[in-house]
């Protein structure tokens, strides 16, 4: 063969390489497009670890909730510092975490389609040590679903779409084209988080100035006939009755179950938790916490209440409030119907004649009910 027959084939052979490659480009440029269009993509892809700071707003203005994690534990700093909820925190964070998002559209003049400009759109920032913004993310007003919304990076304009209720995450539960984030929706209004089998005191007392009288006591001890076993006893000594042990347990379910009703300004005057009227205390393994009571606020039906060692200041509802006004007779195995018609109501605490409260128990206890000063849990 000729050498000019030869630079001619090998011409033509590359000219058919370098078609072969071009196909091989144009065909995988498909195909990530593809794969972009109709694929899922994750939105936030940051570490849980180094996020220190959660801001949660509405369009342009300043954040309405911002989330703070100060010794490891989550504070509302829009609510007077309360503590967060952290089963609601960690929801959102995991939540967002694993978002996958479907691309919808993308250009500066689709965005009012899905209500997500950065005016009118719910915005999500997270922040790291140092305030480094760790993902800034903007939720649109409106949705494809009922649990389907749409969701892009501030920086970006592409939409995606997530299947994840954004609005129930942040609490919106009104129209989510009116509503900004709620802050107590982010507030833990339980008054108590006790494990019971490590209670091991329980009292009640109430408090009229200097004066303090325990109207509810009981107290966890060893079996001294087995180490393994404890029984709850009364704690005076003129209480002989029969103590039932299951509603000592019912009673701590109820410390447990107990909501406050909101937040309220720890500057504010007229709650009377500066000089209580009433106290719970229960210790759990060694360390007590105080439950703090003013008078009942007779107009509104609420009671103002302050734990030892939290900042915030809750109002409880009547209700709730009567679930934890209790005196020895409540943990009796019979109670007798005119000790328990005599128990004290929230409106005696405003008054502050509880004096039929601090009888009960004695009187119960010199009727004789029963004999025994415990029983075995």
Known sequence: MKPKQIIILSVIFGILALG????????SAGDNAGSALGGRVALAEFDPVRLERI????????????????NGIWKVKSLWDATADPVKVENLIQKLRSAQGELRGSGKKLLADFGIQDTEAFSIKLFGTGNVLLEDLRVGTKQAGEADYFIRKAASEDVYLVGVNIAELLGIYGASNE???????????????????????ITVYLLKGE????????????????SLKSFWKFLRKDMTASLDSGKVQKFIAAMNSARAEKVVDPGGKGYGVEKPVWQLAVTEEGKKV???????????????????????????????????NVDDTHFLKDVPPAAESQKSSPESLSSGMLEEQKQVASETAEAGLADGQGQAV
């Open 179 to 201: 509503t900004a984030p709620p802050g107590l929706f982010w507030a833990d209004l339980s008054l108590f988080n006790l494990e019971p089998e490590k209670v091991t005191k």
């Open 20 to 27: 072969i490659l071009l196909k091989s480009w144009v065909r």
């Open 55 to 70: 801001r949660l707003g509405r369009g342009t203005q300043s954040a309405a909730v911002e989330l703070a994690k100060e």
């Open 211 to 226: 004066e303090k009288t325990m109207i509810a006591g009981l107290e966890r001890v060893i079996d001294p006939k087995d």
């Open 290 to 324: 105080l439950l703090n009571a003013g008078p009942v606020d007779e107009k509104g039906g609420l009671v103002y209440v302050k734990s030892s060692g939290d900042p915030a200041i809750f109002s409880l509802q009547a209700s709730f409030f009567n679930d934890l």
